[in-house]
Structure formats: C-alpha cells, structure tokens
C-alpha cells in the first residue's frame, strides 16, 4: 500500500507542471462560459420573486380585509348588545318605569318628569340612540323625552301597534323610517322593543330607535374607500349601506367580494374586498405571461450549458488519455483523470481508517468483556491479570491494596428515554463516562468506567491503601460528582459503593454488593452514596411483622376503622427504618392490595377494578418512599370511601337477615338458587354467598339442604305421604336425588327412616335448629 501511494504521488508531481496553465485556462473558459447565464438566471429569479412577493402581498392584503371587516362587524354588534344592555339594566334597576304603567294617569305628573329625566339619560348613554319613548298600554299614552301624547296622535304609532300584535318578538327590526315629534324629515333608524314590566309583561312598552345615519358615521371612518369597499345588506339581501355612498354600477365594477360575514345580532349581511384598477388587473396577467419566460428561459439556459460543457470538455478528454498512458493500477470503473485520483486516494484512505476502526471497536468489546468479566467474578486471577496488562485502561498499581466497585445509575431511566433521542442518549452516556472518569482521577484514584446496562455504568477503582479515610474520600468524591452532574447536565444519578476486597477474582462480590445497595433507593431517600456494607441483609424472618401488620390493617379497612391509615403510616416508617430492600417493599404493598381484593372486592365491581387497575403504575413509577407511600395513601382513600359508601347504602345486615327469612319461607321452591337470590335482591350470586358465609359461617347450599332434610324429617315421621311427594314438598323434582341428599345427611335413606320410625331431635324446628336469632340475624 506505501508502494502504492508512493507512484501516485510521484505521478501527480510529474504531471503538476504541465497542467498548471492548463488548468487556468479551463477556469477561466468555463468562468466566461457559465457567468453570463449565471446572471441572467439571477435576474430571472429575482424578477420572479417580485411577482411572487406581490402575490403574497395581495393575499395578505385580502386577509387583512377580512380581519377589518369582522372587527367592523364585531364592534357594530358589541355597540347594539351594548345599548340593549343598558336598557335592560335600566329598566331592571329603576322602579319609575313600574309605577308609571301602574299610575293614575290624572296624577303621575311628577313621576313623569324624573321618568323624561330617566329617558332622556338612557339616549344620551349611547351616540348611535335616535330616540327613546315609552307605551302605556292602559290610557294608549306615550312618553317621549319632549313629553307625553296620546298613541293617536303619536308620529310612529304603526310601530307600536305592530308591536302590540307581535308580544313575542325579541329582535332588532329591519330598516324603516320614523318620523319624529315636531320633525317633517323622516331618519332611517333600526328598533328595538322589551315589554314592560320584564321580561313578558303586557301594561307597556319601551321602544329603542338607533340612528342608521350614526352607524353610517361609525363605520366610515373605519374603512379606506381607495383600497378596500364594504356593502352591508339586510336580511332580504336588500342594499342598506354602502362605504362612501358608491353606486350600483359602479360597486359592480369596482372590486370583487373576497369577504361575506353574517351578523347574529342583527341579521345583516357583511360584503367586503379590495378595489382593483388597471395596475391591479395588468400585474395579474403579466405574472403569468413572466412565469413562463421565466420557465422557458430556465430551459435555454439549461441547454446552453449542456452545449459549452460539452465543447470545453475536449481539454478534459486529452488529459485523461494522458494519465492513462501511464501504468498505474487503475480502479477499472474510472471514466476520467480526477476519478483516478480520487479513487486511489480514496481506497488508501478507507482501507486506513477501516482498519484504526476496527481496531479501535475489538479494543473496546475486548475491554468491555473484560470488565464484565470481573465483575462477574467467575474467571480466574491468572488470567484477569494477563488481560489487564493488554486491555485496561488503568494505570496499574503494582501493588494495590484492593479494589471495590462503584456502580453510577441514572434516576427515572424511562423518563430520561422519553425526553432524549438515541443520539442524545448515547453523546450524554458518553459524557457521564468522562466526567466519572475525571473526577475520579481528580480525588486521586485510579479508575475504569464502562456501561454494564442502559442505565447502570460500572466504576473499578483500585485503591492505594485500604484505609477508612480512603474509603471516605471516595464517598465525598461521589457526591461532589452527583452534584456536578445534576448541575451541568441536568441529569439526576445515584450511586452504589460495594465492598472492599483484595483480588480481581473477587471483584464479583464488591460489584454484587454495590448492585444490592442500589437496591435499597426507596428506603434511603435522596442520598447520594448507598453503601453496601452498611445495609441490612436480606433475612426472610424479618418480613413476618409485616404480614401480621397488613393482616391488621385490611381487617381494620373490611371493618371500617378509621386505624388503617395509622397502620398503613407506620408500616412505611418501619420500611424506612430498617432500610428494606425496594423489592421487597413493593412485595409487601403489592400483598396488602391483594389481600384487599380478596376481602372487600367482592363487594362490588368498582371496588374490585380500583384496586387492580393501575397497580404496577403506581408500584415501579414511584422514585421515592414518600411518593410511593402519597400514592397508595390517595389510591386506598378513594377506594375505602367507596367501600364505606356501599356498606351503608347496602346494609348487608338487614339485607342478609331478610335473605335468610326468604330462604326459610321458600326453601321448598325448586328454582331456589344463588341465581334466584341475586335477582330477588339485586346483587351478585358471588356476593351473596359472601354475605351469607360471613354472616353464618355457613354456605348457603348448606343452609338450604339442612332445611329441607329437616322439614323431611318431620314429613316422613308425622304423615304417610309417599318419598316422591314429599321429595316435591321440599323442592325436589324427583325422589332419586331427594334420597341421595337425605342419605349423605342423616346416614340413612328416607324409607329406612320411616321403617325405623326415627324422629326429628328436639330443638330443631324451622327457624330454631340452626342456633340463628331470628330477631338479630345471629
């Protein structure tokens, strides 16, 4: 391969001064060749991007059209819900509207006057208000803010009386004329009316007039006639206004409708757009005609270039015949002089770092099992060392007085998966194993780091002296790493210091003792450092306290005790206490949720699904004792106030009492089942078998069977009724399983009973036998 790159070398130099001049001309060829259609392109496309940003331009111009015409339309609606508001306020607040309908109408002459005042305050609130007069219905009145007259004589008397018709009408009225009192012009106006006394009554009415020549002068100053035009219609689509009073003809030809909004308030039609002229039309056509000069010209240019490449391509031609001349071993799929080049270059340079990398990844994997290997703690020292002295990056020791393992983990693994990608994961992984490593050799040891699991990173260090001061130094070392780590990297890590021993083949128990103290996360809170040596061994005997305590504790929770939750505060501090594994105690909280399950699931199906669904969510997503412990606290008080709620509203002891007087009432029914039970009462078979079994510490199959042998005895020792027709009598339909059931009961069959003329013990009467107290159900 030297060889190789040597003759490429010497080629290159040989033929260096004969393309120097070569080269610039070709440069300079191609610069002429290729600049004016580099220009001419430009300019094209710079003369295209105008048009385009004209476009835009106009679209946004439309947008912003519409965006003033809403607001146009908005604001009207908010000016007439205004005024209606404040007529309802005023008539709601004001007891003068009241007394006037209900006055005399010879003596109201004062109320009249502070009622003008009223009106005369209620036109002037709003500057779009014509005017404001009020009907009396009981004398045909009615009282402007200029004085009161007759409804004869009134100027918009039809008004009213279309009013008076319509009592139901709510709305705004279409655009009419008023005249008003003393006026001889009539004013266009929009009205409005509310019957009085609110909301339906029938003594009055209170009618409101806005000006539509006031709107007209609202609207106005909000729109710019030169740009845009705005034409609202009424709900017939009749014209009523029209932005700068511009004709019909001439709206028609000014502009097209790019905006049409419709107005709840009022029913009106909004019309708007921009006005287009000649400049406007021409940039529409000529836009087009410009894209495709501009396509064509693309086109050109792309054929012009294909030509002038081609022409000054001959050069290129004569020196690629030149380097073939010479014998060089040439990649065969080479079409020219620079492909030669490149791709012997190219093969030297991927061979040479193909090679430094794999080598660099066997180094790893080597490294990477041999760490393995010693923390797994089953090869032998022999050959840990030998591999050492060829792969570890350690510095070695050439006696070290032990070694110890310090394992690093990254809190909330999953929630560290979810925010980052792969490729963040993998740079952040890679930069937590330089920083372990620095700070390591900063403390002053000597260290190896490798990931051993996707959240677990492996730390050996091996030790100068084995000194307790030495063992604290590496516990401060960890923490101060934690901390930088957290502030830096925004990440949260947690460690676990093994213990000390003096070989690499005893590397497996310091790593095992490591893996056991991060086991203990829950238990030891936020600290930093777990250390192996000082927590408590796993010890079966320990847990037997537990089991009593929750036994207890789901006694308490079935018997309604309020103790549980001390129970439950205790457990958790003791947990804590005695440092348990996590392992274990999500095994004792995972234990106490099934025995709940078993003992008041039954219950019903609520209770039942709230404590299986979600049970391993809340058990592995909780970080902390504490959050475990909030967690299970909030999950068992929502569900014990769920089982408080079915035990009171279920009564069971009254329910249970009267299911077992309709037993003994129905005992000689053939359909008497838990099926027949659970229909009767409405619960579930399986619940009242519960019930029934709690209650009597009998199941109630046994129940029924004992009744009806009883109630068989007395049949076959007091009457001649034949086995079938007592078997009937008691609720079997034949006599075949009455005298299998009879038989396994008493130990005799029926017939021999009466043969035998055996008879019922004393004391077992219907509803005395079973030693229940019929008046408490006991």
Known sequence: MLQYSTSISKTLNLEEKGMTSLQQNWYRKLLLSYFPIFLITITILVFLSFIMFNEASREEAAKANGISTRFIMEDLDRSINAIEMNVLNEVETSALYSSYLFSN?????NLMYSLVKRLRGLQSGSDLI????????????????SGQSPLSTFPDRSYIEFAVKEHDYRGWSAVRSMTGLGENEPKQVISMYKNLPLPFGSQGLLVINVSMYRVEQMINPMINDSVSFLNILDSSGDLIFEASQIGEDKRAKEGK???????DQLGWTFESGLRVGQLYAWVSVVSYIWIVIGFVTVVLAVIYIVYVTRRNYQPIKAMMNRIESIQLNMPQAAKDELSVIDSALESLISR????????????????????????????????????????????????????????GEINDYSGFQDVHTVRDQNVLKFALMNVFQELARNAGFNSWV????????????ALPEMKEETRASLIRAAEECRGWVEEKLRLSVRFGLGSTVAGLHEIGASHQSASEALGHRLAMGDQAVLVGDELPR????????????????????RLNHEGWRTRLKDMFVSFKAERLKDDTIRSLVNSMLQLLSREVGVLSDELRNQLSEGREHVLAGAASLEELQSRITDQLTEIYRTYVALSETKSYRAMISEMKHYIEEHFDDPNLSLKHLSDRFQISGKYASYLFKMEYDMKFVDFLVQLRMKRAEELLAQTDLSIQEIAEKIGYANSITFGRVFKRTSGVTPGDYRKLQMKPAPGTELGSWTGFDNENGL
């Open 450 to 461: 490798e990931w051993i699991a996707g959240s677990r990173v492996g730390i050996l260090i």
């Open 257 to 263: 409708v790019l905006t049409t909004l419709q107005s």
């Open 538 to 557: 796993g010890d079966l005997s320990r847990l037997l306290p537990y089991l009593n305590e929750i036994s207890e504790l789901v006694k308490d929770f």
């Open 352 to 407: 040479s770092m193909d090679y430094d990398k794999k080598r660099h990844e066997n180094l790893q994997l080597q490294r990477s099992q041999l760490f393995m290997d010693l923390i797994s703690g089953q090869k032998p020292e022999e050959e840990l060392l030998s591999r050492m002295a060829e792969l570890t990056p350690m510095k070695l020791l050439e006696q070290p007085a032990g070694y110890v393992i310090l394992l």
């Open 130 to 145: 014509e005017s404001v007069y009020l009907y009396r219905h009981s004398d045909q009145s009615v009282l402007t803010t």
């Open 105 to 109: 109408p010879s003596s109201d002459q």
